[in-house]
């Protein structure tokens, strides 16, 4: 069974950091590409980061600069470190695990979500 757990959400005011974590079970971690993603109320769910080895990286625009996303492979992790926050990062954010070859998608898992809303 699969499970993506995240935490590290919360409610916070605007300028400060927040660092999610995501521990993936049940898949080879060090296969998986992992990922950031955030759904606002209203909005669809966006890519915020990405995270394919652990120096291939992606960020969305609006994160680029303020959040940092990386994985320990040896505690099957991933990390969303976000510095800066604003109230437009009010969003719940969702972990996500793909693997993938060149013409086709293995698998793909997401976790539950975490909440994060940041105040003016």
């Known amino acids: 069974q699969v499970q993506l757990v995240e935490s590290g959400g919360g409610l916070v005011q605007a300028g400060v950091s927040l660092r999610l974590s995501c521990t993936a079970s049940g898949i080879v971690f060090t296969l998986a590409d992992m990922a950031w993603y955030r759904q606002a109320p209203g909005k669809q769910r966006e890519l915020v980061a990405s995270i394919i080895s652990s120096t291939t990286t992606h960020y969305a625009d609006s994160v680029k600069g303020r959040f940092t996303i990386s994985r320990d492979n040896s505690k099957n992790t991933v990390y969303l470190q976000m510095n800066g926050l604003k109230p437009e990062d009010t969003a719940v954010y969702f972990c996500?695990?793909?693997?993938?070859?060149?013409?086709?998608?293995?698998?793909?898992?997401w976790g539950q979500g975490t909440q994060v809303t940041v105040s003016s």
């Open positions: 996500h695990a793909e693997r993938r070859t060149a013409r086709t998608q293995i698998y793909e898992f």
